[in-house]
């Protein structure tokens, strides 16, 4: 597709259950960013995937947070045994190679509501 | 760390006023800086950017100069637009080998006509 295209756009679960998180970039982007916004906060890097390098996973809060990247294209975020704190937008963002010069493009995120 | 502050919101403006919103940085190196917004409803968008001290970023009107003595990136725009309404977001990246951007916590921005 034209852009970065994640799915679902919106999500509601119960506390303690697993949820998964799609994110589709931009055809021909090597580099694949998530990012967490929470209400009032700005976003927070979580995981970088670059090519087949081993991805950065610095940015994961917890054990129960996991990221892969099938083919160098597709990416799914999961998130085990939801807590309410997990309530947030979830970016998926990608670009050609790594930052420096060029263009992170977002899509327009995942709502995941825990309750 | 790096770390990017931005004045809190919300802004409200009327139609055709003069805007600005503060960022400052702080960091190592030689980051660059970026101004992302997001409209109702979409995505993040990269509104504009500069790599180097004294380099304007400039895009629909906006515009920010890379300040490396007051370590700012004030985002301005002379005369803002309802369609302007939006959360407008700093953000910073240590230069060509970093992948991470580092954001404000955005700035709300609401225009009435």
């Known amino acids: 597709g034209a852009g970065v295209s994640q799915s679902p756009s919106n999500k509601v679960t119960e506390k303690g259950k697993d949820v998964e998180l799609r994110c589709d970039p931009i055809?021909?982007?090597?580099?694949l960013y998530w990012y967490r916004q929470s209400l009032g906060q700005g976003l927070e890097f979580l995981i970088y995937f670059q090519g087949n390098s081993a991805p950065d996973k610095s940015g994961l809060p917890s054990d129960r947070f996991s990221a892969e990247r099938t083919g160098g294209s597709v990416s799914t975020l999961t998130i085990q045994r939801t807590q309410q704190e997990d309530s947030a937008v979830y970016l998926c963002?990608?670009?050609?190679?790594?930052?420096?010069?060029?263009?992170?493009?977002f899509g327009e995120g995942s709502w995941l509501t825990v309750v | 760390g790096n770390s990017v502050t931005q004045m809190e919101g919300p802004v409200t403006l009327s139609e055709e006023a003069f805007l600005t919103i503060n960022c400052t940085y702080t960091a190592t190196g030689y980051p660059s800086l970026f101004w992302y917004v997001q409209y109702p409803g979409e995505g993040l968008q990269l509104l504009l950017k500069a790599t180097k001290a004294d380099d304007k970023g400039s895009n629909k009107g906006f515009e920010a100069t890379y300040r490396k003595e007051t370590t700012s990136f004030h985002l301005e725009k002379g005369s803002v637009q309802v369609s302007d309404s939006a959360v407008y977001f700093c953000a910073l990246s240590e230069g060509d080998s970093s992948y991470k951007l580092i954001f404000g916590s955005g700035t709300r921005l609401l225009v009435r006509p």
């Open positions: 963002a990608s670009s050609l190679l790594n930052l420096g010069g060029n263009t992170i493009y």
């Open positions: 055809s021909g982007h090597t580099a």
